[in-house]
């Protein structure tokens, strides 16, 4: 058994690496959204052209970057969605209710002062972590059933 | 042509009521969450029994709230998710991953401030509206064509 | 056996009520776009606010439309796609596609003249007429088993 | 990453294989209907046997095309469609809507004077481009987040 | 509970007629395809227009049968399948495929000289039945609980 | 907002009847297996004819049964599971996992000594209730948001 | 682009071998059931015990001939089924009309005096062909685009 | 053809092992649960944290051990579950249960003594085995053809 997992949500600390690193020698392939923040925001106009309305700006690039978020997302086996300390993070939450009507199996990463705001989130996960190496010891399980020593 | 409308998000203001009132004499069947706070909070230690820890009151509670939830929105031809100035709003941008995963028609209600922020949820939108108002108007128009005058 | 059937494409000509006054007395629930082309066009701008860019002006109507159109097919046991002399008509060929993707019974409604041109969408339909009044008496075999006499 | 991309619509210029050659390097495979306009409108003639109604001519041509349209459509993540200049396209148009039901991410390729006929199309659409480079360019960004420079 | 059931398969005894007779009182809706043999064999070309080759007439005419019957088992909840003495019978077993990728809930009727040649038939359906009678006593169990005295 | 429950497993008891009374005034269709013992067992060879294999009598009438149990889970919106003090009731964490994986909300009803034992059943449910008036509160504040005085 | 293609139907003449053959240097894969009418007729039994009545005798073999069956239609993109001269043949009309629901494009093969029984399994179909030949030139076709010279 | 096989239920004896081995040389990819009862029951709480209720306790370990289970099930196109002689084995049962509603074709494995209980589930299966051996043998039946000599 191998697993797809996607990794979603909070781009301004290096979980997604801690994950990757901490989960070398499983068989898991990692996907991701863009996680450069400047590329993100502005993928749509560079691209296709500028907005003057910011509206529209914002616009384009949401939807150029859900070409790739659908997908990863579509693909995945186990989607990890991380809620940072700062701002809204209403696209994580969104992609947790996205992969949840499409029946993957979810675990969600954040800080116990996030419980409460993220009840609704947290119970349609399979697991609710507060530290990437807990996501890296749950994959190692699903996979190898080796438990932490 | 009639049409079922959840009205899901923010609960401190009176949208709903303004929608609902608004809509009057249109063909449409609306649901929304329990709106009720503190019952909503509750409701899982409420009728299940108490829990001394408070993630597990919480994870009770939206675990209840999540069959109404699920039901409203698999139900719905049209699901409307307000986004407030307060609080985190996970649950409304879950809530709105979870229609456009299952192809709903998503109209989003937030003022212009919360643009940026939503952009991926409002990319996944069939509108985006500022005001109840205008939700009615759309609404009127999906079901008679009949536009503002 | 009652049927849902959703009219689309063409809108310049009178092949729905035809379509609608030939069914009377079968057990049919019709529906169809907004067929006013002014309202149509300008519904997103009307509601939702204007826009200087005429694309994303067409863009927001477009959007408002879809959810009819999306819930007018989703409904539908058969869809009839009517493919006028003028015009691009993108939309109907796009409906046309949009319905055969769904498993929807469609008839095809063009003039002879279309029909290297319709080749493809010909071959997704259950049924290619040349008059609204052979849709009416299709519908009516398929609801009461009478072949006109 | 990888990305399967089908590559819908009109078949007299080579926009295929200016988007073919600036993908070199990414992780995708292309696909597409049969190009050759003879062969694609004699397929089914030439191997299931002559029709003398040009209508069924047709129709035999179009179904074999099928089988290999749905297949192409089915593996895509990514359909890309092109509207040129001349004809009536519907195919093309046919082939938007039947990916958008799937919930394929659609990038429609067309030049700006078909902007107004194709605003249902492209409101379907995750990017509209005018030219095969901005295609490119978008792959490239989704499996690498690479702008262009 | 009530029951959607249709009635597919051989169309020259009154079997459909002992079952509806039968099962009066019950909450059932019955529906079937059209069982005027020459009608069913000739609406293709009695409302689209004649066909001089044999293929094309009867193909026009399963056309226009197929949508009724795709509706009537779309909307079931039984299906039941009748193969009589004579005549090759395939559009039965192709409704019982049809029907068991549905996931349909089948009852197959057929005499005990049949069971060999219909195995991978009845292999599919929750229950064989010889008679008429049978059949509507398994209706009236499923919905009342009721046994034969 | 109406609900379909379906109410599956043990069928020893009155428990049923409690959540049926209780839920008396709210805007809910139950459904339920047969409940006779006898009739459940028999249903088939009753109607079928006899089998002198028990192996064989037993599968032709669960077969029969499957077509209540799978039209009342199908059809419903909230399915109660209730396993009782006695038997395997195998059949009861079978409708269980069925009910799952169509993405039924599912609530367990059954004594705290059977909490290790159906861990994994519990794990797939949105409430665990010991008590049929439980049942019947979480209904309630479902359909009214009303919580127990 | 490469092709799953399923055999289904007839057992008697090497049809199979044919196509096989013909395809060879083509990206298909084939599957087919279990073509040793001996094998196939007494499986069920030969691993899971004897049974005196014929009919378990049969049904235990046809079912486990469904797991071939089923694994081979679902993974097909094609799904063939040949008709042959003799025998009822109804399996193969089943699993026209499991692969039709599945929505796999079918190709059947049959001689011209089977054109009207078969007229509802050809209607659901993308091509009709009487010999094999004309089924490699069509798969030819469909992956490279290459019509018989 | 290849197979995907999950080896549900019964973990104390081996069962798994029989199978695997008496496969070998067949190409199939066998999955199973996470088989040391240990882990199993404590994989939750050990990498997520203590949880003093032991309902909690449980819960947490049932949610993380759903990721393979649903992982290994999804994947499967056959799902052999095995009952044993001792314990609720609730879980085997709500497989069963799942993989049915998912289409999946299943062989269920137990003793004679368990076919009362169990008629629900068999009846949902394709094959009912007594021995793994017998499994054995249905596999290479089903991948090669051939029957036990």
């Known amino acids: 058994m191998g697993l797809n997992v996607y990794l979603s949500g909070e781009i301004h600390t290096d979980w997604r690496e801690q994950i990757i690193d901490g989960a070398q020698g499983l068989d898991i392939i990692f996907s991701s959204p863009v996680t450069d923040h400047d590329a993100s925001d502005d993928c749509g106009v ?22 790739r978020t659908r997908k990863g997302i579509a693909d995945a086996d186990v989607v990890v969605v991380r809620f940072g300390d ?6 994580a939450a969104f992609d947790a209710g996205y992969a949840a009507a499409l029946g993957k199996s979810i675990i969600v990463l954040h800080g116990p002062d996030h419980q409460h705001a993220l009840k609704e989130v947290d119970a349609a996960a399979l697991a609710v972590a507060e530290e990437p190496a807990q996501v890296v010891e749950i994959l190692r399980y699903v996979l190898t059933g080796a438990l932490p020593s």
């Open 46 to 67: 560079a691209i296709l052209g500028e907005e003057p309305n910011k509206y529209w700006h914002d616009h384009k690039g949401a939807m150029v970057n859900a070409i």
């Open 86 to 91: 700062k701002y809204k993070q209403w696209n």
